[in-house]
């Protein structure tokens, strides 16, 4: 069975500072992983996903299958930032998607 | 992209009654998800509906207990049935577009469901 793990649930930092959301997983097989976001009174929405290997909004994610990781970055957070993120993966191939708990972002002015 | 939307948004129902969810998207999709995220907690996959067959569920599902109808492949409804109060939770649908690597889930708006 898949696992997602967030250990942060809410996390502050002031705007132009970096942010760091950490994902750790457990998954026997060769997973796919993705980071979701829901802003304010928005439905939930796909951030990236590691296979793409791009920069979405300034936010990136390297999975490290050595240490079962795919932490989102950003170098300088910005208040529109301020949203729910949600790491998520789902086995190669099959998109029944396993999700975090969540991390609650908010971007202090 | 897909545009989603689910009826109703939200409902407070009594302890034994069952609600129907529906959810509509605006193209022909193949596969359809439900999900369920009770409070503080994240989304959990109930099953997958794919139009013409039987639901597959999740561990920890049952059909008796969520039934799924998927009549065609821009319509599902999900039933949670005999509610208790542990239902009580933001249920969701979701459709998946696009094809091997760039395939996408969207997720539609969520119907928030509280059983007294």
């Known amino acids: 069975a898949q696992r997602v793990t967030q250990p942060e649930k809410l996390l502050s930092v002031f705007k132009g500072a970096p942010v760091e959301l950490k994902c750790n997983y457990s998954?026997?097989?060769?997973?796919?992983l993705f980071w979701y976001v829901q802003y304010s009174r928005q439905r939930l929405q796909l951030l990236l996903r590691?296979?793409s290997r791009e920069s979405i909004k300034g936010f990136t994610a390297d999975l490290n299958k050595g240490e079962t990781s795919f932490h989102l970055k950003k170098p300088f957070a910005q208040e529109e930032d301020s949203a729910m993120y949600y790491c998520?993966?789902?086995?190669?191939?099959?998109?029944?998607?396993?999700f975090g708990k969540g991390n609650q972002v908010v971007v202090i002015p | 992209s897909a545009v989603i939307s689910q009826k109703p948004s939200r409902d407070i129902c009594q302890r034994g009654t069952s609600l129907t969810i529906q959810c509509q998207v605006d193209?022909?999709?193949?596969?359809m998800f439900w999900y369920r995220q009770q409070p503080g907690q994240s989304l959990t996959l109930i099953a997958t509906?794919?139009?013409?067959?039987?639901?597959?569920?999740e561990s920890g599902f049952v059909i008796d207990k969520f039934p799924i109808s998927r009549p065609n492949l821009t319509f599902s409804t999900l039933t949670v049935s005999n509610m208790s109060p542990e239902d009580s939770s933001i249920y969701l649908c979701?459709?998946?577009?696009?094809?091997?690597?760039?395939?996408?889930?969207?997720f539609g708006p969520g119907t928030r469901l509280t059983v007294l």
């Open positions: 979701s459709v998946e577009v696009g094809q091997g690597n760039s395939d996408t889930q969207y």
């Open positions: 998954y026997s097989g060769s997973p796919e």
């Open positions: 590691h296979i």
């Open positions: 998520a993966l789902s086995p190669r191939g099959n998109n029944r998607l396993a």
């Open positions: 193209s022909q999709v193949t596969m």
């Open positions: 509906a794919n139009q013409g067959s039987e639901a597959t569920y």
